[in-house]
T-cell receptor, first 113, second 110 residues
Framework: DSGVTQTPKHLITATGQRVTLRCSPRSGDLSVYWYQQSLDQGLQFLIQYYNGEERAKGNILERFSAQQFPDLHSELNLSSLELGDSALYFC????????????FGDGTRLSIL | QQQVKQSPQSLIVQKGGISIINCAYENTAFDYFPWYQQFPGKGPALLIAIRPDVSEKKEGRFTISFNKSAKQFSLHIMDSQPGDSATYFCAPGYGQNFVFGPGTRLSVLP
């Protein structure tokens, strides 16, 4: 058990809709990372937060946004969903903001119909 | 500069054999070289990692070998077991900037 909790585990929705994915980091970890995993693109880094502040941004679309709250949980918002957004979305956490993601959650599987 | 390649894409090994997975990178700024293990339905888990000041690190049956001049590092799994069947990702980087390789699917036959 990595200690990182992601909800929901599965999400099915339609094109054009908006969804919110939630992540609670491992206890004591201040940094949260979001990744997208698809069959053709592998694990793609989306965005990182450290103690409530955006620390690094990767290949995140403008339709996507994220934030980290004072209690350190994070939410990833995906809007105007397209078929190509179907993927596994992973959250990871680490103690500091300047090292690799150490603990991954089990992901949210997003299916766009 | 950010491209990371892994080989092979997939690997089948008999129980008790040695599994070897290679990772090649381009960015010479990378200073941390981890391997992650991912089982179906689970997130990746940090398995073993190495810094460039050493050429080899061993943890149990898992060994990382690092070749700085060739910009490559590899994962060796000794005495491979069916429970090692998973997808393995290298993710070299520096600071919080890490690039995941495409993954290698390992199957260990009983």
């Amino acid at each position: 058990d990595s200690g990182v909790t992601q909800t929901p585990k599965h999400l099915i929705t339609a094109t054009g809709q908006r969804v919110t994915l939630r992540c609670s980091p491992r206890s004591g970890d201040l940094s949260v990372y979001w990744y997208q995993q698809s069959l053709d693109q592998g694990l793609q880094f989306l965005i990182q937060y450290y103690n409530g502040e955006e620390r690094a941004k990767g290949n995140i679309l403008e339709r996507f946004s994220a934030q980290q709250f004072p209690d350190l949980h994070s939410e990833l918002n995906l809007s105007s969903l397209e078929l190509g957004d179907s993927a596994l979305y992973f959250c990871a956490s680490s103690v500091t903001g300047s090292n690799q993601p150490q603990h991954f959650g089990d992901g949210t599987r997003l299916s766009i119909l | 500069q950010q491209q990371v390649k892994q080989s092979p894409q997939s690997l089948i090994v008999q129980k008790g054999g040695i599994s070897i997975i290679n990772c090649a990178y381009e960015n010479t700024a990378f200073d941390y070289f981890p391997w992650y293990q991912q089982f179906p339905g689970k997130g990746p888990a940090l398995l073993i990692a190495i810094r460039p000041d050493v050429s080899e690190k061993k943890e149990g049956r898992f060994t990382i070998s690092f070749n700085k001049s060739a910009k490559q590092f590899s994962l060796h799994i000794m005495d491979s077991q069916p429970g090692d069947s998973a997808t393995y990702f290298c993710a070299p980087g520096y600071g919080q900037n890490f690039v995941f390789g495409p993954g290698t699917r390992l199957s260990v036959l009983p």
